[in-house]
């Protein structure tokens, strides 16, 4: 059973959650106590990190970036299927689950654009926590916000990003759809490689934020996005470890090139497709025989 301490935090986080979207009254049914309690149930186990999400959110500025709930494609997949929403009050929990989880992800983001816990943070013009839905398939990660990211305060909006967006629509999928992040959430300078000192700092809000999400999978762009995730794979190269599942989290991982790679070498596109396709599978999702990101 969860703690009243616990159910307290997650009941602030939503009534931050309605403040934040302008709403002063907020409909509080037995499904959504319920709900509560469950989603309680389901997070508790780490207390500190409960009472500091709850801290934060109560501190939350008006977020730019915070994106609404989006309904998730309906896929069927080869793994546990989530839990199919079958009446209006089950209709209900389902929202209630994803205003929940997009409360606590707005909470991380606040964390991170606040964030002092390593050097980084000393020349950025935005934290970039990462954005997309609150309950997707896919989580994509990638290495450290470039320019163009620490000028928007979001992930992936380069000429990178666009690459990953149409990786991601031959997928089958929309960004929306899916979650983008960073194992680093602060631009380092003139993007040279995130120190080990430095993932270690950050890595705690990518681990919030899988916990929140419960990605299916996780696609894992680059060299240092798989160092960052899983550092036993420090010493094999990325073109070994490629195509092949790792875990982050008990969550599979497939680790890949990143769009910034193919952009220099588009002959690599064809192993990132098949590497790609092979994350479809693992889903449970069509597979496109071609690529139509070009
Ligand atoms: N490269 C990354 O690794 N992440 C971004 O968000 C943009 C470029």
Redesign the pocket.
């Known amino acids: 059973m969860p703690t009243l301490q616990e159910i307290l935090t997650d009941t602030a986080e939503y009534v931050a959650w309605k403040l934040e979207e302008g709403e002063t009254s907020a409909e509080v049914s037995r499904a959504i106590l319920d709900e509560l309690v469950v989603s309680s149930t389901r997070t508790s186990g780490s207390p500190a990190t409960a009472a500091a999400v709850a801290q934060h959110a109560a501190s939350i500025p008006a977020e730019q970036n915070a994106e609404k709930p989006s309904v998730v494609s309906g896929a069927s997949s080869t793994l546990p299927p989530a839990t199919t929403a079958t009446s209006p009050m089950a209709d209900k929990g389902k929202d209630m689950k994803d205003e929940m989880r997009a409360a606590k992800l707005a909470a991380i983001a606040a964390a991170v654009r606040s964030c002092t816990l390593c050097p980084l943070h000393a020349d950025r013009t935005n934290g ?1 926590p990462g954005q997309g839905n609150p309950n997707p398939d896919i989580l994509f990660v ?5 320019a163009d ?1 620490d000028a928007q305060g979001l ?2 909006v ?1 000429r ?2 666009q690459l990953l967006t149409k990786m991601i629509e031959a997928m089958g999928f929309t960004r929306e759809d899916v979650f983008i992040a ?1 194992v680093n959430k602060c631009r380092p300078p003139a993007n040279r490689k995130p120190l080990r000192e430095e993932m270690d700092a950050c890595l705690p809000y990518l681990r919030q934020q899988v916990k929140i999400l419960q990605p299916k999978v996780i696609v894992a ?2 060299a240092t ?1 798989v160092e960052g995730l899983v550092p036993e794979s420090v010493s094999q190269k990325i073109s070994d470890l490629r195509g092949h599942w790792l875990t982050f989290e008990g969550i599979p991982l497939m680790p890949t090139y ?1 769009p ?1 790679y193919l952009l220099r070498n588009s002959a690599m596109k064809k192993p990132v497709w098949a590497d790609l396709q092979e994350v479809l599978r693992k889903l449970g999702r069509p597979v496109p025989k071609r690529s139509t990101s070009g």
């Open positions: 970039v990638g290495e450290a916000p470039g990211e992930a992936f380069g990178a990003g960073n762009m680059g996005a990143h910034a």
